[in-house]
């Protein structure tokens, strides 16, 4: 047990990392002994994030990155490679809402939140395929974790409607991926997470935190030692049988 959720020697990259979800999940990587790459749009934001995780005894580094342009995820790997020459845990968190009314749904919106929630997880994995066939094997695979969301999974309360769309499409990916890149030593699965505070959610709660509490069978929301604790099993020892799964996070709202 003591080795079991250890994840000292690997190296991870978690986008979206500097605040909210991905921050917790960094946090959580970083805490279990792995070093952590912190990717974000904002340089001061991840420098902020670095500083804390090696506060608290992490050891942590940031690349700034716009992960819905596909020549910055192209940058990003370079980057990245000139540090490391493995990716044991490639988590894809980055992602984008918009809420708007149906008839004044644009293109451009569309489009924002497709390419950052749904292309971007896809060109990440592919990218980095070279770099986690280095770190994995068939005994401890590399591990691609994508966060996708219960909205994924029932239709949300808002008018997002690109976003439970690409949410849902990224768990059918993660499937996917799953069965083509396991014979090469990596394994794919997803966290479909609930109501949890972050960037993101930050004004849906502010108006609906307690109807989240009152829908919730476990009548509270996320808390950062949730998807800690998810994460570092999904990605050491103990989850190395875990391939193609969508692990859903959130209270017992799904269901």
């Not at 768990?171 to 090469?184: D, E, G, I, W």
Request: hydrophobic share 50%; with cysteine; charged share 20%.
């Amino acid at each position: 047990m003591a080795t079991l959720f250890d994840l000292s020697g690997k190296t991870a990259l978690v986008t979206g990392a500097s605040v909210g979800i991905g921050r917790m999940l960094a946090q959580g990587l970083a805490d279990a002994g792995a070093r952590v790459c912190i990717v974000s749009r904002s340089a001061d934001d991840c420098a902020r994030a670095v500083a804390e995780i090696k506060d608290s005894g992490g050891d942590a580094f940031f690349i700034v990155a716009d992960l819905a342009d596909p020549n910055e995820i192209k940058r990003l790997v370079a980057e990245f490679a000139e540090q490391e020459d493995q990716l044991h845990i490639l988590v894809n968190n980055a992602g984008r809402m918009i809420q708007s009314p149906l008839e004044e749904f644009t293109v451009e919106a569309w489009d924002a939140v497709i390419d950052l929630d749904l292309r971007a997880p896809f060109l990440m994995t592919q990218a980095f395929i070279p770099l986690l066939e280095a770190a994995g094997s068939m005994e401890d695979p590399a591990r691609v974790v994508n966060i996708g969301s219960i909205d994924g999974i029932k239709p949300p309360f808002l008018d997002t409607y690109p976003y439970p769309a690409a949410k849902a499409a990224l768990h059918h990916l993660t499937k996917h991926l799953s069965k083509v890149l396991a014979p090469r030593g990596i394994s794919v699965n997803a966290i479909a997470p609930g109501a949890f505070p972050s960037r993101t959610a930050e004004p849906i709660l502010e108006l609906h935190l307690q109807d989240f509490i009152d829908i919730t069978p476990l009548a509270r929301i996320g808390r950062p030692d949730d998807m800690a604790g998810t994460i570092v099993y999904m990605t050491s020892r103990a989850g190395s049988f875990l391939n193609g799964a969508v692990i859903v996070l959130d209270g017992g709202i799904a269901v």
